[in-house]
């Protein structure tokens, strides 16, 4: 499948069948945390079958139901963005291979995450993972023009970049960033809110998929 279609149907899934995350996907997930690990300096782990990070002997909590499964988001200070940026790598592999997510920053149970820390880092948040009850539903979104510089006339990599970072999952769905582009170069910049230099790392994985460029289209 290709990636535009990955990110129109992601969509966030609090409620969560009992089925065990495949082997195989969970083979093909570790592969590539250990890559975005490499490449970013960040120690984001998988945690399976692990039910007490959601309280699975609640039938709900913070709004989830069954959530057994998670990404610990963790790193050194100071790298909010990046958590954004690969972690929406990730939930995107983690579509790909059929499994639902949702980014959580508050309503899961802080202390009882399980994880390990090298000295000096941190637990940014975590991303729920597992097979959906249902596969969510799009978000209310803001219009190209809310977001960005755009009009007509444009060209038609920005529109899609820009169309692609409206995708995205944000913070309380804030969508709270804004594209400026000057001839071949773009800048994104966060507003305030929430989150949003995490929301903006997220934003500009979608903007370069969404586009067709890479990271060199920043400026
Ligand atoms: C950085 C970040 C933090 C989030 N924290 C939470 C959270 O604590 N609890 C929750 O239920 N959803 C959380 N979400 C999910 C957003 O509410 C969701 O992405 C947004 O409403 C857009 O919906 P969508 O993901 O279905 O497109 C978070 C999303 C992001 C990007």
């Known amino acids: 499948m290709d990636t535009a279609e ?5 969509h966030s899934v609090r409620q969560f069948t009992d089925r065990p995350l495949e082997e195989s996907a969970v083979q093909q997930l570790q592969e590539a945390i250990t890559a975005v690990n490499q490449k970013s300096g960040l120690h984001i782990q998988l945690v399976t079958d692990e039910p007490e990070a959601f309280q699975a002997g609640k039938a709900h909590y913070g709004s989830f139901k069954g959530c057994r499964n998670y990404l610990v988001m963790a790193g050194p200070p100071g790298r909010d963005e990046a958590i954004g940026y690969y ?21 899961y149970k802080k202390s009882r995450t399980r994880e390990e820390l090298k000295p000096g880092e941190k637990r940014y948040m975590v991303i ?4 959906g009850e249902t596969q969510g539903t799009p978000h209310k979104s803001r219009r190209i023009e809310d977001v960005s510089d755009w009009k007509e006339g444009d060209p038609e990599w920005y529109r899609k970049g820009i169309e692609a970072a409206l995708l995205a999952p944000t913070a309380v769905n804030q969508q709270k960033f804004h594209f400026t582009r000057q001839g071949e170069q773009v800048t994104a910049r966060a507003g305030l809110g929430f989150y949003a230099a995490t929301d903006l790392g997220i934003v500009k994985y979608h903007f370069e998929l969404g586009s067709g460029k890479d990271h060199t289209v920043w400026r």
């Open 6 to 10: 990955l990110m129109k149907q992601r």
């Open 128 to 131: 729920a993972l597992g097979y």
């Open 87 to 107: 972690g929406e790598q990730l939930v995107l592999k983690a579509q790909s291979l059929g499994i639902n997510s949702c980014w959580v920053a508050l309503t």
